[in-house]
């Protein structure tokens, strides 16, 4: 059924690769102020700026806007820190914030800042961000920015506000779920629509964990010659881990990261900090868009070709000579030493990809 799936998916997605596909809408500071602007939040829209130097500066934003007379009421406040407090990385919808558990919290752009979010317990239709009612939800939405209208006192969170109160954390398949459903639309208009649905046809596997580092081949360079990526989507997976373009980047050669198929793991074959003439690389492919698609719990990584397995001698030493294209003084094909690959991590997989 998987198969046909993404059998289904390439055949969609082959009418895609003929145009050029859109640029995901990346937020910047004008345009998020003329977003508030227009809706009427002049404090607001003077402070976007905030959102666009944080680390989630790519969207996409939740913002919950409180309006210009509450922001004046508060006479100590910033107005920048108002934002980024009420602000959330990722999509909410009113929908989905009314399935929540009373009392949950939800970690903002500023780190270690949490809102609250409590329903009406009477009918559940009201839903409440500390103590302001969300009255004006979805005033604006474009898939990478929300904006929900608020109504009541607002102030600076609390340096406790994440422990203080009911413990009613979000389950953490919760937050995976909505992350993965973030991830799949922004992939499916970044022309990864291929890879988009693989993450939904291998979506309970990946909902049960805490971090997901996906390496993406695109729909244009599977139809090139890049199919053995479809039945491979697995060995790119890294599970359990965040791991950032920066991050990346500091690991030493050698270093083994699991993957979702069980007992193959990949390694870095060339350490980052090298420049441009000396990238890094995993399994001796270079990463050519790193953090395509990142959010709360899932970056993308934009590979030119599917990873090679070189724990299997002879795909390892014909896709080094054919990615790296080195030859040494014998014009023989140079082949690093051979690694001793051993799993980090077996993770039981009772239905194959």
């Not at 003077?46 to 680390?55: C, D, G, H, I, Q």
Request: negative net charge; proline residues 7%; aromatic residues 8%.
């Amino acid at each position: 059924m998987e198969n046909v799936l993404l059998k289904v998916a390439i055949f969609m997605a082959s009418f895609l690769v003929a145009s050029a596909s859109p640029s995901p809408f990346s937020p910047t500071a004008p345009i998020l102020g003329s977003i508030l602007r227009s809706l009427g939040f002049r404090e607001l829209s003077v402070a976007a700026y905030s959102l666009t130097e944080s680390p989630w500066s790519g969207g996409p934003y939740t913002i919950f806007a409180p309006t210009d007379a509450a922001i004046s009421v508060c006479g100590s406040c910033s107005v920048s820190r108002i934002l980024q407090e009420h602000t959330l990385p990722g999509i909410f919808s009113v929908n989905y914030l009314r399935t929540l558990a009373f009392g949950t919290k939800l970690e903002t752009m500023v780190p270690g800042r949490c809102i609250t979010i409590t329903s009406d317990l009477l009918n559940g239709t009201k839903v409440f961000l500390g103590g302001a009612e969300i009255d004006r939800p979805n005033l604006f939405n474009n898939g990478f920015v929300v904006v929900h209208g608020l109504s009541g006192f607002v102030s600076h969170l609390s340096p406790f506000s994440c422990i203080l109160g009911p413990a009613h954390p979000v389950p953490a398949f919760s937050v995976m779920r909505l992350m993965l459903r973030d991830a799949s639309m922004r992939l499916r208009i970044s022309g990864y629509s291929v890879l988009a649905l693989a993450l939904r046809v291998k979506y309970a596997e990946l909902a049960g964990l805490q971090n997901v580092t996906v390496f993406g081949v695109d729909d244009a360079a599977i139809f090139a010659g890049g199919q053995a990526y479809v039945r491979d989507v697995r060995f790119h997976i890294v599970p359990n881990r965040l791991l950032m373009a920066s991050d990346l980047e500091e690991m030493p050669a050698a270093t083994v990261l699991p993957t979702l198929e069980r007992n193959q793991t990949l390694v870095v074959t060339t350490a980052g900090g090298g420049g441009v003439l000396e990238p890094m690389r995993i399994n001796h492919v270079r990463i050519t868009s790193p953090n395509v698609v990142h959010n709360l719990k899932i970056v993308v990584h934009g590979l030119s070709k599917p990873f090679p397995h070189l724990n299997d001698p002879p795909v390892a030493q014909a896709s080094s000579c054919e990615i790296e294209g080195s030859m040494d003084g014998y014009e023989s094909c140079a082949l690093a030493p051979t690694l001793e690959i051993k799993s980090t991590a077996e993770i039981d997989d009772d239905h194959g990809f």
